[in-house]
């Protein structure tokens, strides 16, 4: 861990784990703003700094030899952004074969601007039953890691998909990625 906070204070970021030890063993973290390359191995990096072992989906055009044994021993999973009729309950199955499952996902899915936020990290955290947690990489303040749980409301009171995304979103406001440009807020999340 120590390596990783000396890696990361060399280059000017701090790590910020609101959560501490209290990180549950298995939970959705989104984060968000995703607009970089040097996203990834940042987000590595921190997570290795604040003691996070976690998982993520990537492109399958990304697992060739010998790239492929890297990033599976990191905790990827290779996704068919083709078929996505499968990736969710795909997901669902690896929190219920594990006692210990983080999966890292960054709602926008691309690194390029979007219009939109995928709701996959949703649909997840709701079919596996785990908490969804607010992770972060502001390069405005050079800052990156983990800030809340938040709670899903029962749909009776408010809690879908579209409802909830706005509500994560207003955690972000003020955040910059590395290509400000590209990062996408709902105009509603500004009411």
Not at 63 to 71: H, R, T, W
Not at 134 to 157: C, H, N, W
């Amino acid at each position: 861990m120590s390596i990783s906070k000396s890696i990361l204070k060399i280059f000017g970021w701090k790590v910020e784990n609101n959560l501490g030890d209290n990180l549950p063993k298995k939970a959705v973290i989104v984060v968000a703003p995703h607009t970089s390359l040097f996203d990834f191995p940042l987000g590595f990096i921190a997570y290795k700094a604040m003691g996070i072992d976690a998982h993520f989906l990537i492109k399958k055009e990304a697992f060739f030899f010998p790239l492929n044994l890297v990033l599976k021993k990191w905790g990827g999973i290779a996704v068919d952004r083709h078929n996505k009729n499968t990736i969710v309950e795909d997901v669902i199955v690896e929190f219920e074969k594990n006692d210990n499952f983080i999966l890292t996902i960054t709602p926008e899915a691309t690194r390029s601007k979007v219009d939109k936020w995928k709701d996959g990290y949703y649909r997840i955290a709701k079919g596996a039953n785990v908490p969804i947690i607010i992770g972060f990489m502001d390069y405005k303040s050079k800052t990156i890691g983990v800030k809340q749980e938040y709670k899903l409301l029962p749909r009776a009171i408010g809690g879908d998909s579209e409802f909830d995304t706005l509500q994560i979103q207003k955690f972000y406001i003020g955040m910059e990625g590395k290509h400000p440009e590209k990062f996408y807020l709902s105009p509603e999340v500004y009411k």
